[in-house]
């Protein structure tokens, strides 16, 4: 059975198609990539899928369990930590997380129990007894996490997780997912973050304007719409045009200088036989090279063949 | 959901909100500034100036000021849910298998025993400027905990502002706006018989007067059994309508 089953979902907000007819079948047991932009519909599809909206049309199953006639007992089963980090800034880390097994229902000592190895497992033993409000922005996260596993959920929804986290606390982060995963949870993940869905996710699905509009591994979709790239750096600034006119041919397309960095960018297919005429070449031509390297495509090559636009959040500067 | 997990969820969410209080004594010593403020404006700046015959000025407002006090406290509900929802704390709480009418329970109740410490702190203010129970023990608990249940009840019209306006400082601005002059048009301060006619139809069946009607004869004598039921008709009015439409808010808070 897949963890989650989704066919022809739609929701309206009024008149406002947030969810266009979408289909979606996540396997149990992975990290399942929600990539897109903003609006692009990823927030309805968690909100739907953990019973707080009721889906204007259409059928959402979580563990078999219909998201609107089975709602009360799916809430058992999944977590979910949302956009903010939902924690109350009054309570210390243990009354918070205290708190969330008593709204599950555990019985007093186990809610202290799975505290203790909660804070433990996030690493916030030591700021236990400390009201939330003291806690850093990575602190706070790793709490929202932290309560959305009190129950030990099957299904685990992570909605743009990592949103304002500086680089440490994310990488931190994503190990903790990773293990949980490990532990075989399956966890939904959206995101607007192309290096965040490629570290992390087994499988992508690209969503836009509601609907899903490819997936698959982060390397299936990279190998399926992005092309390898050369990159040339040149000693001398003036030879760039000349680089880029001797190894005109030798590329599925015709090389470009980045009119801001300098770099020459050869689309090649294939690889070492290339490499070497192209060295060849610019030998002959005089160019000295002062690095050179081969790089796969990225998902934002991807993105960008697929919605025409560049990773989302350059997108919104 | 079994009353007993509908009533554990109601307790475990009522500690939520009272650790807050306990944590930041200053929330119930700021929302009384506003309340003793007024006690101490009408007691010495306009008490002078009204004269209510068989009445010290002083005994007539304090019963009044204790409405008054509750009423603003508990349009705090409507604030704190707002907060809830704009923190993401509603989200969590749908998510979880819960009680649904629990996370507004547990706020109502919370603000109503907060109510309790507010209610004691005016009675004790009231005493040091020459305030007295003129009625005995029994009728001045009366007192109180009418006005502690009406407190309640206007707590629920609050928790259903909250979550309509879903931002803290708009749910603090649309829980005064009708306050105020629900307040002030009523025998809170001043008897409604001084007030223009038109304005007197509508104060003497304001639940504010009749409740003050209430606690004040319950305080310092007079006749109790008609304001005290038409009161309590208020507060039940106020209840049947106001849960229900903030529990169906809260089901469909997005």
């Known amino acids: 059975m897949p963890a989650i089953e989704v066919k022809n979902l739609t929701k309206y907000y009024k008149t406002v198609k947030a969810i266009d007819g979408m289909d979606l079948e996540v396997p149990a047991g992975i990290i399942f990539g929600l990539l897109g932009p903003n609006g692009a519909g990823k927030t309805t599809l968690v909100r739907i899928l953990t019973t707080l909206l009721k889906p204007t049309a259409g059928e959402a199953k979580v563990l078999g369990l219909d998201v609107a006639a089975d709602a009360q007992a799916l809430r058992s089963m999944i977590g979910l930590a949302g956009q903010y980090a939902a924690v109350d800034e009054h309570l210390t880390g243990r009354e918070n997380l205290e708190l969330v097994g008593k709204l599950y229902h555990l019985p007093n000592n186990d809610a202290k129990q799975r505290a203790v190895e909660l804070l433990e497992q996030f690493d916030l033993m030591d700021a236990a007894d400390r009201p939330a409000k003291t806690y850093s922005g990575g602190m706070r996260r790793r709490l929202d996490l932290a309560a959305s596993l009190v129950a030990k959920p099957k299904v685990l929804f992570l909605d743009e997780p990592t949103t304002g986290l500086d680089p440490k606390s994310r990488i931190d982060l994503w190990k903790m997912i990773r293990q949980l995963v490990s532990k075989g949870t399956t966890v939904l993940l959206t995101t607007q973050h192309l290096e965040e869905a490629d570290q992390l996710a087994n499988q992508i699905a690209i969503i836009n304007h509601g609907k899903i509009i490819d997936q698959g591994t982060p390397n299936e979709l990279k190998s399926k719409f992005g092309t390898d790239i050369l990159e040339l750096d040149i000693v001398n600034p003036d030879q760039r045009q000349a680089a880029a006119t001797a190894i005109a041919g030798l590329g599925i397309s015709e090389p470009q200088v980045d009119p801001i960095n300098g770099y020459i960018r050869l689309p090649i297919r294939g690889s070492t036989a290339i490499l070497t005429e192209v060295i060849r070449r610019l030998d002959l031509a005089g160019i000295e090279v002062k690095d050179i390297l081969q790089r796969r495509p990225t998902l934002d090559d991807v993105f960008l063949k697929l919605t025409g636009k560049h990773e989302p959040e350059v997108d919104n500067l | ?254």
């Open chain 2, 1 to 254: 959901m079994s009353l007993k997990w509908t009533i554990s969820d109601i307790f475990a969410m009522s500690d939520r909100n009272l650790i807050r209080y306990l944590r930041l004594p200053q929330l119930i010593v700021f929302s009384s500034i506003q309340p003793v403020m007024f006690l101490l404006l009408f007691a010495y700046v306009f008490g002078g100036a009204i004269k209510i015959p068989g009445v010290d000025y002083i005994d007539y407002l304090i019963p009044g000021i204790i409405v008054q006090t509750v009423i603003f406290g508990s349009m705090q509900t409507g604030v704190g849910l707002a907060d809830d929802l704009m923190h993401g704390m509603i989200d969590r709480f749908r998510s979880l298998p819960m009680s649904r009418s629990a996370v507004l329970a547990g706020r109502t109740l919370a603000d109503g025993i907060r109510n309790i410490f507010v209610i004691i702190l005016m009675v004790i203010v009231g005493y040091l400027i020459g305030f007295q129970f003129q009625n005995g023990l029994g009728n001045a608990v009366g007192a109180l905990l009418l006005a502690l249940i009406l407190g309640f009840a206007f707590s629920w019209i609050a928790a259903t502002i909250g979550l309509m306006v879903k931002n803290t400082e708009t749910a603090q601005v649309a829980g005064f706006i009708w306050v105020f002059p629900l307040i002030f048009a009523s025998s809170l301060f001043v008897p409604v018989e001084t007030m223009p006619n038109w304005l007197q139809a509508f104060a003497h069946v304001s639940p504010i007067t009749v409740s003050v009607n209430a606690v004040r004869a319950m305080s310092l004598g007079g006749e109790i059994g008609e304001p005290l039921l038409k009161s309590l008709a208020w507060i039940a009015a106020i209840l049947v309508v106001f849960i229900p439409l903030a529990v169906s808010r809260y089901r469909r808070s997005v």
